[in-house]
């Protein structure tokens, strides 16, 4: 009965975690900007947390590179199952405009499994709220799932 309960409650105020892989930062001033009372993202019951083992959803933002790739494993490692990941912009889905560079790995889904996929460069923060509700829901479906 306690553990259901936590697990309702984890899908119900989901906490998010945003890692930037290295990018021009474009994107992550606009994850900032949902955090703002003008987009309001935590009206969802969403809090940003920066540990990972307090993290459901992880958002990741940037070109995913070969000295940044064990740090996102490791940082997807360490957060509880069941989890949630958005890959948010043209260089966390593809690798964007630097994904033919020696250095990169390419989109996050490279390293790690990734939920929900947000277009844009930079995407925008109506985009990112679509993607962080639609990551909600298959964290939410992912918590069912694990009872």
Known sequence: MFGSFIKKSRAKSPWIMHFDCGSCNGCDIEVLACLTPLYDVERFGIINVGNPKHADV?????????????????????MPEPKAVIAIGACGNTGGIFREAYNVVG?????????????????????????VVAGLAKFAQKVEEAK
Not at 116 to 123: H, K, M, S
């Open 58 to 78: 992880l958002l990741v933002t940037g070109t995913v590179n070969h000295r940044n790739k064990k740090v996102l494993k490791n940082i997807y490692d360490q």
């Open 107 to 131: 989109g996050v889904d490279k390293v790690i499994p990734v939920d929900v996929y947000v277009p844009g460069c930079p995407a925008k923060p109506e985009a990112i709220i679509d993607g």
